[in-house]
């Protein structure tokens, strides 16, 4: 007996195909055993061809279709096409075949290559399982195979679609046609992902003929969102809704309707179907999918579910796709034969990676809110000495213990100290107060500075950190505001009575609840669009899903929508993010507030940008404020703004700037300027500098600059920024970013209201180099000026704020009292210098400059000269000027004074010091 050892992992692949075969619906038969008519398809084992045996000769209908080359588990199969290419061409003509059978599949019985050789560029693709017979007939009775079709998509109707949505479709769509198996869109939450699916969905179907397309959500309040935006979808030919053309199903059972073209669906049913499971709890589907199994390292396991084909579906479009479900669920992911398509707002490193870094659209925060299709944000922090320090509790005081599930108390003396951190706030301590005080700040602060002139509350959104937190919080909010139990409600999993669904309809359509607090119920995908801020109670350590949290306030919504739910709101330019634990201190996306420069007038900004201010603080800021007009004024006022800049349409000038301080418009354009695939550091600084000056060249015209203040004034709400003080006062950290801004704020209005009075200003401002004779008597009324009621500041106190706000940008100690840093607070405030530097250092690198220009006129000084030229230029930077009087002083006269002086320097010295005087000052 001879042991062919070679031959035995073959044959156990040959094992794990056969079953895979039967799976799918193929009667396997040895070739002396063939009976063609045993079932629409045949699989027949070791078919001698003209040029070969195939392992497996592939019949349906008793028609030749394909072949299968079996190999050893664990060979690599990307080299085993051209045998199988070889066995296709070796059919013999004799026996019943298709023409030009198409089908190649190589196999291991554990990884599985297919391809359709009348594809386009064939190109072998990993399956999971083999499909079935009925499904190659159903493809050989097609004309083009589906990448055919995708190829040859009509052009895109563009009406009713924004910017960035032609702009994903068209992407995508090219991807379809290279047949790359995975597309990545990462688009802004709030700038219409779902209406975009919907949208190239509808092309897929009609134009590409697509059979069914599944839809993945994250959660199922998510799965009946979708369902509506496909319900309310006007198809662009022929005006009819899309669920009038097509069937749309949303699962609610384990079960898939036949006929239905789009299927809507959880990962989590989608899982428990491909595992055979008749029902499935619809109450599992309320929390989030994706996440579930962070913890848990074990992916999901599936098996081949011959109910629910690989070939079920042709599309896979998978909403909210950030998170886990590449690890934890990614073999029911993988099981169908089917383009992927992904949409986030925020992908991570393994989202791209999945994605096979095919990233077919980005379009981030900053550029949504330039093109009007989101609203950027604020941030308002309130600070507590609980939420920042903890607390403790003395032994022996008596305490309420109460049960994190029942919430049943017991009333008993603690019998040691209990010292407890931030970190145990509603966790293991609940602090009532803390609580309590982060929202009677709010209350108390909502119509003075938060929304200054509102009379209601903005619809609210308060995110906790779980159930329990979430119950103190609502009934704290209904005291405080002496509200009903409608004015606030809890929407989380373990919300009863009201289902969660109906809250959420009532709070994005209805007057009330007017505040919702959530745990991560609401935290993506749900749409709130008259949302206009949101507390957050918690911390977020995911920079991705703190990303996804704060979009929840991006959406925008005509003026009539928002009047519906908020009366006395008028526009949504903005919302605003209240942070009571110090989140946004630690957010690590990329998304900031644009605005940098609030306390900045947008005539002053329009100015700094015309007068050669172009810091990215600045253009950042002015994109903010041109938004934020854009949003509220209508077309005539467009016109008119159109008219005096040159034709150029706002929108296009707001988005010139965003390319300006975009990294990726940078090296574009250093590529194309220097005919470079990779730009040096100076080539790129280059390429920002003139897409910088391209940007800002519009706001050269005096016309155009006064027309936007002009149309500004008339369209916008007044806010007032100086009331900001009472609440630094009344309940905020004294080194909170809060009261510097508030400080710079007030210094800036002082200088503003007093630049046409106060003599040193007067100087600053408005005489010309060569009678600028600032005296010290008048910086030291200006310093008297600003000590008296009601500003009560210092220079002291504004450096200080300027280093918490602008640390990169002071540099020096200005704690210092010393009056003459006053001029240099002025000229940084009102952007005349980059830097805030302490006066005495200006003074220094002028004085050196004027020493090298003087050198290279051929002046050469003596030691003892230079000597006395640093003590004339210290005294100038401590005390603004110089006279020949002044040289009696210490410490020139330790040196001998005036007589030694005009002995050092001769008849240049009066000259010398007129000179000083101006240069080192002006």
Same mark, same amino acid.
């Given at each position: 007996?001879?042991?062919?050892?070679?031959?035995?992992p073959?044959?156990?692949?040959?094992?794990?195909?056969?079953?895979?075969?039967?799976?799918?619906?193929?009667k396997?038969?040895?070739?002396?055993?063939?009976d063609?008519?045993?079932?629409?398809?045949?699989?027949?084992?070791?078919?001698?061809l003209?040029?070969?045996?195939?392992?497996?000769?592939?019949?349906?209908?008793?028609?030749?279709?394909?072949?299968?080359?079996?190999?050893?588990?664990?060979?690599?199969l990307?080299?085993?096409?051209?045998?199988?290419?070889?066995?296709?061409?070796?059919?013999?003509?004799?026996?019943?075949?298709?023409?030009?059978?198409?089908?190649a599949?190589?196999?291991?019985?554990?990884?599985?290559?297919?391809?359709?050789?009348?594809?386009?560029?064939?190109?072998?693709?990993?399956?999971?399982?083999?499909?079935?017979?009925?499904?190659?007939?159903?493809?050989?009775?097609?004309?083009?195979?589906?990448?055919?079709?995708?190829?040859?998509?009509?052009?895109?109707?563009?009406e009713?679609?924004?910017?960035?949505?032609?702009?994903?479709?068209?992407?995508l769509?090219?991807?379809?046609?290279?047949s790359?198996?995975?597309?990545?869109?990462?688009?802004?939450?709030?700038?219409?992902?779902t209406?975009?699916?919907?949208s190239?969905?509808?092309?897929?179907?009609?134009?590409?003929?697509?059979?069914?397309?599944?839809?993945?959500?994250?959660?199922?309040?998510?799965g009946?969102?979708?369902?509506?935006?496909?319900?309310?979808?006007?198809?662009?030919?022929?005006?009819?809704?899309?669920?009038?053309?097509?069937?749309?199903?949303?699962?609610?059972?384990?079960?898939?309707?036949?006929?239905?073209?789009?299927c809507?669906?959880?990962?989590?049913?989608?899982?428990s179907?491909?595992?055979?499971?008749?029902?499935?709890?619809?109450?599992?589907?309320?929390?989030?999918?994706?996440d579930?199994?962070?913890?848990?390292?074990?992916?999901?396991?599936?098996?081949?579910?011959?109910?629910?084909p690989i070939?079920?579906?042709?599309?896979?479009?998978?909403?909210?796709?950030?998170?886990?479900?590449?690890?934890?669920?990614?073999?029911?992911?993988?099981?169908?034969?089917?383009?992927?398509v992904?949409?986030t707002?925020?992908?991570?490193k393994?989202?791209i990676?999945f994605?096979?870094?095919?990233?077919?659209?980005?379009?981030n925060?900053?550029?949504?809110v330039?093109?009007?299709?989101?609203?950027?944000?604020?941030?308002?922090?309130?600070?507590?000495?609980?939420?920042e320090?903890?607390?403790?509790?003395e032994?022996?005081?008596?305490?309420?213990k109460?049960s994190?599930?029942?919430?049943?108390?017991?009333?008993?003396?603690?019998?040691?100290?209990?010292?407890?951190?931030?970190?145990?706030?509603?966790?293991?301590?609940?602090a009532?107060?803390?609580?309590?005080?982060?929202?009677?700040?709010?209350?108390?602060?909502?119509?003075?500075?938060?929304?200054p002139?509102?009379?209601?509350?903005?619809?609210?959104?308060?995110?906790?950190?779980?159930?329990?937190?979430?119950?103190?919080?609502?009934?704290?909010?209904?005291?405080?505001?002496?509200?009903?139990?409608?004015?606030?409600k809890?929407?989380?999993?373990?919300?009863?009575?009201?289902?969660?669904?109906?809250?959420?309809?009532?709070?994005?359509?209805?007057?009330?609840?007017?505040?919702?607090?959530?745990?991560?119920?609401?935290?993506?995908?749900?749409?709130?669009?008259?949302?206009?801020?949101?507390?957050?109670?918690?911390?977020?350590?995911?920079?991705?899903y703190?990303?996804?949290?704060?979009g929840?306030?991006?959406?925008?919504?005509?003026?009539?929508?928002?009047?519906?739910?908020?009366?006395?709101?008028?526009h949504?330019?903005?919302?605003?993010?209240?942070?009571?634990?110090?989140?946004?201190?630690?957010?690590?996306?990329?998304?900031?507030?644009?605005?940098?420069?609030?306390?900045?007038?947008?005539?002053?900004?329009?100015?700094?940008?015309?007068?050669?201010?172009?810091d990215?603080?600045?253009?950042?800021?002015?994109?903010?404020?041109?938004?934020?007009?854009?949003?509220e004024?209508?077309e005539?006022?467009?016109?008119?703004?159109?008219?005096?800049?040159?034709?150029?349409q706002?929108?296009?000038?707001?988005?010139?700037?965003?390319?300006?301080?975009?990294?990726?418009?940078?090296?574009?354009?250093?590529?194309?300027?220097?005919?470079?695939?990779?730009?040096?550091?100076?080539q790129?600084?280059?390429?920002?500098?003139?897409?910088?000056?391209?940007?800002?060249?519009?706001?050269?015209?005096?016309?155009?600059?006064?027309?936007?203040?002009?149309?500004?004034?008339?369209?916008?709400?007044?806010?007032d920024?100086?009331?900001?003080?009472?609440?630094?006062?009344?309940?905020?950290?004294?080194?909170?970013?809060?009261?510097?801004?508030?400080?710079v704020?007030?210094?800036?209005?002082?200088?503003?209201?007093?630049?046409?009075?106060?003599t040193?200003?007067?100087?600053?401002?408005?005489?010309?180099?060569?009678?600028?004779?600032?005296?010290?008597?008048?910086?030291?009324?200006?310093? +008297?000026?600003?000590q &008296?009621?009601? $500003?009560?500041? @210092?220079? *002291?106190?504004?450096?200080?704020?300027?280093? %918490?706000? /602008?640390?990169?940008?002071?540099?020096?100690?200005?704690?210092?009292?010393?009056?003459?840093?006053?001029?240099?607070?002025?000229?940084?405030?009102?952007?005349?210098s980059?830097?805030?530097?302490?006066?005495p250092?200006?003074?220094?690198?002028?004085?050196?400059?004027?020493? +090298?220009e003087q050198? &290279?006129?051929? $002046?050469?000084? @003596?030691? *003892?000269?230079?000597?006395?030229?640093?003590? %004339?230029? /210290?005294?100038?930077?401590?005390?603004?000027?110089?006279?020949?009087?002044?040289?009696?002083?210490?410490?020139?006269?330790?040196?001998?004074?005036?007589?030694?002086?005009?002995?050092?320097?001769?008849?240049?010295?009066?000259?010398?010091?007129?000179?000083?005087?101006?240069?080192?000052?002006?």
């Amino acid at each position: 007996m001879v042991l062919v050892i070679g031959m035995e992992p073959e044959r156990e692949a040959r094992k794990n195909i056969d079953r895979l075969l039967e799976a799918a619906g193929w009667k396997v038969q040895d070739h002396d055993k063939l009976d063609l008519g045993a079932g629409p398809g045949i699989a027949v084992r070791e078919f001698t061809l003209d040029n070969g045996e195939a392992d497996y000769l592939l019949f349906v209908d008793r028609k030749a279709v394909g072949v299968i080359e079996a190999k050893p588990e664990g060979t690599t199969l990307s080299g085993v096409a051209e045998q199988t290419q070889k066995y296709l061409n070796g059919i013999p003509k004799c026996i019943g075949q298709v023409k030009n059978p198409p089908f190649a599949y190589e196999s291991t019985g554990v990884e599985t290559y297919f391809r359709d050789m009348r594809d386009p560029d064939a190109r072998s693709r990993s399956i999971f399982a083999f499909h079935r017979p009925e499904t190659i007939r159903e493809w050989l009775s097609d004309e083009e195979t589906l990448r055919s079709r995708l190829k040859n998509l009509p052009p895109l109707r563009t009406e009713g679609l924004r910017d960035c949505q032609t702009e994903a479709i068209t992407k995508l769509e090219k991807s379809f046609a290279e047949s790359r198996p995975r597309a990545l869109i990462q688009m802004a939450t709030g700038s219409g992902k779902t209406f975009t699916s919907v949208s190239f969905i509808y092309r897929l179907i009609k134009h590409a003929h697509a059979k069914k397309i599944l839809f993945l959500v994250d959660r199922s309040n998510l799965g009946r969102q979708t369902l509506r935006e496909f319900q309310q979808y006007t198809t662009p030919d022929d005006g009819r809704k899309f669920t009038d053309l097509y069937n749309v199903q949303h699962l609610t059972s384990n079960s898939i309707d036949p006929v239905s073209k789009v299927c809507i669906t959880t990962i989590q049913r989608l899982y428990s179907m491909l595992r055979g499971e008749a029902e499935f709890e619809e109450g599992n589907e309320e929390r989030s999918g994706f996440d579930t199994g962070v913890t848990d390292e074990r992916p999901k396991e599936v098996a081949y579910n011959p109910n629910i084909p690989i070939e079920e579906f042709d599309f896979i479009v998978v909403d909210e796709c950030h998170r886990s479900i590449y690890h934890v669920w990614r073999q029911a992911l993988l099981y169908f034969d089917a383009f992927i398509v992904g949409l986030t707002a925020t992908p991570s490193k393994q989202t791209i990676g999945f994605f096979n870094k095919n990233l077919v659209m980005e379009y981030n925060h900053e550029r949504a809110v330039a093109d009007g299709v989101n609203v950027g944000y604020e941030v308002y922090r309130i600070k507590t000495e609980i939420t920042e320090k903890g607390s403790k509790i003395e032994a022996g005081e008596y305490v309420d213990k109460r049960s994190k599930l029942t919430r049943q108390k017991r009333h008993e003396m603690l019998d040691e100290e209990l010292v407890y951190d931030p970190n145990r706030l509603d966790r293991d301590v609940v602090a009532p107060d803390q609580i309590r005080t982060v929202i009677r700040t709010f209350r108390d602060r909502l119509f003075t500075e938060i929304f200054p002139g509102r009379k209601e509350v903005p619809k609210t959104l308060v995110f906790a950190k779980d159930d329990s937190h979430a119950e103190d919080i609502v009934n704290i909010i209904r005291e405080e505001f002496a509200a009903g139990n409608e004015f606030c409600k809890k929407i989380t999993y373990r919300t009863t009575g009201e289902k969660p669904e109906e809250l959420l309809q009532s709070f994005r359509n209805s007057y009330y609840p007017r505040i919702a607090v959530t745990v991560d119920m609401i935290s993506t995908g749900t749409d709130i669009k008259p949302l206009e801020c949101l507390i957050f109670m918690r911390n977020v350590r995911s920079g991705v899903y703190f990303e996804q949290m704060k979009g929840r306030g991006t959406r925008t919504i005509s003026p009539t929508d928002l009047k519906a739910v908020s009366s006395d709101a008028h526009h949504k330019t903005h919302f605003v993010i209240v942070d009571a634990v110090g989140v946004c201190e630690r957010d690590k996306t990329d998304s900031r507030p644009l605005e940098r420069k609030k306390s900045v007038a947008f005539k002053d900004l329009l100015y700094s940008i015309a007068v050669g201010k172009r810091d990215e603080d600045t253009i950042t800021s002015l994109i903010s404020r041109l938004t934020r007009l854009d949003r509220e004024i209508g077309e005539k006022e467009r016109k008119e703004i159109e008219n005096v800049s040159g034709g150029v349409q706002l929108k296009t000038i707001i988005n010139k700037l965003v390319d300006a301080i975009d990294a990726d418009s940078q090296e574009a354009r250093a590529k194309q300027m220097f005919k470079t695939d990779s730009p040096t550091r100076e080539q790129l600084e280059k390429a920002k500098e003139a897409l910088t000056d391209e940007a800002c060249k519009p706001f050269d015209k005096p016309a155009l600059r006064d027309t936007l203040v002009e149309v500004k004034t008339r369209s916008e709400q007044i806010i007032d920024e100086g009331s900001i003080d009472n609440l630094i006062s009344a309940g905020f950290d004294d080194g909170a970013k809060e009261k510097a801004r508030a400080v710079v704020t007030s210094f800036k209005e002082f200088i503003e209201a007093n630049k046409d009075e106060l003599t040193a200003l007067q100087i600053i401002y408005s005489q010309p180099y060569a009678k600028r004779h600032l005296a010290f008597k008048d910086i030291k009324d200006l310093a +008297e000026a600003i000590q &008296k009621p009601p $500003r009560n500041l @210092t220079p *002291e106190r504004v450096w200080q704020a300027y280093e %918490i706000l /602008e640390r990169s940008k002071v540099k020096g100690a200005g704690a210092q009292k010393l009056l003459t840093n006053i001029i240099s607070l002025v000229r940084f405030t009102e952007g005349q210098s980059d830097v805030l530097e302490p006066f005495p250092e200006t003074v220094d690198s002028r004085f050196r400059k004027w020493v +090298e220009e003087q050198e &290279k006129l051929g $002046r050469k000084f @003596t030691a *003892e000269q230079m000597e006395w030229l640093n003590m %004339i230029k /210290e005294h100038i930077g401590a005390s603004l000027e110089i006279s020949v009087e002044d040289l009696e002083l210490t410490p020139f006269d330790q040196k001998g004074g005036p007589v030694r002086a005009y002995r050092v320097f001769g008849s240049e010295l009066n000259w010398m010091l007129e000179e000083l005087n101006e240069v080192l000052v002006a």
